[in-house]
C-alpha cells in the first residue's frame, strides 16, 4: 500500500526543430526545461468517499463522490498493461467522462479534467484513491507551447501507475547518470501518451516523451503500433536561447487540427513542406552532435532556425505576435527566431546571435517585448524526467495552493531546491 503524501514532477519541454511535422512521422528535436509542474497526492479531508481537484493554476476546483466514477469498466488485467503507440481512447470511458463532465464549460478546465479522470479510472482502482487531494502547480505557463499539458499529464500518469501499484519507488538521484530507460520510465511515457490523446486527438508523443525521460532528444513517431525512436543528445552544444511568450493564448488541439486540414486539403505542397522540415530537422541534429559549435556551423543552426519558422509560417500556426517576437529581433539583428510548441500563440525561441547581440541591444529587446506585455524567460536545457518525492511533512493542498508565483513553487516542493527527490 502506498502511503500519502507524495509528490511526483515532470518538466515541460522546448521544442527546437520540427514541430506539428513531428505528427507526421518526421523526426523532430526537443529537450526538458527547467520549468515544472508538481502534482500532490495528499489525505486533506476526513470524508474518505470523496475525491478532490485542486487546480489553481486554471480556477478550478471540483470534487467527486467516488462511487460515481466508472470504475467497471476495467479490472484489475486491463489495469496492469502498457498502452501501444496507436491505441485509441476507450469509448465507453470517454462516454462515461464526458457525461460526468457536462457542466465544466471551460475548455481548459474540462481537458484537464478529463485527461485527470481517465488516467485515474484506467490505472487505479476506487480503494486506492478514495478521500484524497490531488493538487496541481506548476511554474509552466498553461497552454503556451512548453508542454504544459504533457508534463501535467506524466505528472497524473506516474502517481496513478505508483497508487495503482504497477511500479515501484524511483531510487535515482539528481545526479546520477543512467544510459538505458527504465521499464517503469516506458509504462509511465505510454500511460502519459494516452492522457495527451486526452487533450488533443494527435500527438506525436514528442511532449510526453520528453516530459518523462528528461534530457534533449531527437525523436521519430513511427506507423502503427511500433514504439517511437528516441535517440538521446546527451551532449548538447551550449544554445544561448532566448524564449519569449507572446502570452496570446491558443489550443494546440485546434493548431494540430488545422494542420490536419491542410495536409488533407493540399497532399502535394503540404507533404514538400513536411519532408523539408524533416531536411532541415536531420541537418540539425548532425550539427547539435557536436558539444562545441565553430561559428560556421552556429549560422547554420541559425539559418536552419530561420527555415523552419518560415515552413511553420505556410502552415498557418503562427500568430501576428509571433511575427512581432521575430521582426522585433530580426530588426536589432539579436538572432534567429522561430515559434515553439504548436504556435498560433504561445512562445517563440530565439537562438542568440553571441556575437552580434550586445547587452545593450538586448536590453532594447527586453524592453519592446515587455511593452507589449510579452514575457522573457531564462531556463536550462536538458534537465531530469519524472521524479517522485515522499515523506513530506511541510506541504499541504491548500499550503501548495496558496503559492504566488514560480520561485515559490520552487522554494516549496521544487525539484531544484530538494535534493530528496528521486527519478524513475
Ligand atoms: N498548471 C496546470 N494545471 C491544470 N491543467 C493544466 C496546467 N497546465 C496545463 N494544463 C492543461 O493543459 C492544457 C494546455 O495544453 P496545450 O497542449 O494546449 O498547451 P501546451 O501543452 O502548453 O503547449 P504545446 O502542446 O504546444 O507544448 C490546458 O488547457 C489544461 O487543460
Ligand atoms: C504541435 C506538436 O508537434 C507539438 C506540440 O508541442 C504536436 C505533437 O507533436 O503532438
Ligand atoms: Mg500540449
Same mark, same amino acid.
Given at each position: ?38 502534482? /500532490?497526492?495528499? #489525505? ?32 484489475? +488485467? ?41 488516467? /485515474? ?168 552532435? #557536436? ?17 523552419? +519558422? ?13 511575427? #512581432? ?77 496558496? /503559492? ?13 531546491? /530538494? ?6
Amino acid at each position: 500500500m502506498v502511503s500519502v503524501p507524495f509528490l511526483t514532477s515532470a518538466p515541460g519541454k522546448v521544442i527546437i526543430f520540427g514541430e506539428h511535422s513531428a505528427v507526421y512521422h518526421k523526426p523532430a528535436i526537443a529537450a526538458a526545461l527547467s520549468l515544472r509542474t508538481y502534482l /500532490l497526492a495528499s #489525505r486533506d479531508n476526513d470524508d474518505t468517499n470523496t475525491l478532490f481537484l485542486e487546480f489553481p493554476d486554471i480556477q478550478f476546483s471540483y470534487k467527486w463522490a467516488t462511487s460515481d466514477l466508472p470504475w467497471q469498466l476495467f479490472g484489475e +488485467h486491463s489495469r496492469k498493461r502498457q498502452p501501444s503507440a496507436d491505441e485509441e481512447l476507450n469509448p465507453e470511458l470517454v462516454d462515461a467522462l464526458n457525461s460526468l463532465l457536462s457542466k465544466i464549460d471551460s475548455p481548459i478546465q474540462y481537458s484537464a479534467a478529463f485527461m485527470f479522470l481517465y488516467l /485515474l479510472v484506467s490505472l487505479c482502482e476506487e480503494k486506492d484513491v478514495a478521500g484524497l487531494t490531488f493538487t496541481v502547480r506548476s511554474t509552466l505557463p498553461v497552454g503556451a507551447g512548453l508542454g504544459s499539458s504533457a508534463s501535467v499529464s506524466v505528472c497524473f500518469a506516474s502517481a496513478f501507475c505508483y497508487l495503482g501499484g504497477h511500479i515501484q519507488e524511483p531510487t535515482l538521484k539528481a545526479d546520477d547518470v543512467t544510459v538505458k530507460d527504465s521499464e517503469q520510465c516506458l509504462f509511465i511515457d505510454a500511460w502519459a501518451l494516452m492522457g495527451e490523446k486526452c487533450s488533443h486527438g494527435n500527438p506525436s508523443g514528442i511532449d510526453n516523451a520528453v516530459a518523462t525521460h528528461g534530457g534533449a532528444v531527437m525523436f521519430q513517431r513511427m506507423e502503427s503500433s511500433v514504439p517511437s525512436i528516441r535517440t538521446s543528445m546527451r551532449n548538447l552544444p551550449p544554445l544561448n536561447l532566448l524564449l519569449t511568450n507572446t502570452k496570446t493564448p491558443r489550443s494546440t488541439a485546434a493548431l494540430v487540427a488545422n494542420v490536419s486540414k491542410i495536409v488533407t486539403e493540399f497532399p502535394k505542397p503540404s507533404g514538400l513542406i513536411l519532408e523539408t522540415m524533416e531536411a532541415i530537422a536531420r541537418e540539425a541534429y548532425t550539427l547539435m552532435l #557536436r558539444p562545441f559549435l565553430d561559428k560556421q556551423s552556429k549560422n547554420r543552426l541559425m539559418e536552419l532556425i530561420r527555415l523552419n +519558422h518560415g515552413l511553420l509560417v505556410s502552415l498557418g500556426v503562427s500568430h501576428p505576435n509571433l511575427e #512581432r517576437v521575430k521582426l522585433w529581433s530580426d530588426e536589432l539583428q539579436i538572432g534567429q527566431t522561430k515559434l515553439t510548441g504548436a504556435g498560433g500563440g504561445g512562445c517563440a525561441i530565439t537562438l542568440i546571435d553571441d556575437d552580434a547581440a550586445t547587452p545593450e541591444k538586448l536590453r532594447q529587446l527586453e524592453e519592446k517585448y515587455n511593452q507589449a506585455g510579452f514575457e522573457t524567460f531564462k531556463t536550462t536545457l536538458g534537465g531530469k524526467g519524472v521524479g517522485l518525492l515522499t515523506e513530506i511533512t511541510t506541504i499541504t493542498s491548500e499550503k501548495l495552493c496558496r /503559492l504566488h508565483n514560480r520561485n515559490e513553487i520552487e522554494a516549496a516542493v521544487g525539484c531544484s531546491a /530538494l535534493p530528496q527527490w528521486r527519478y524513475w
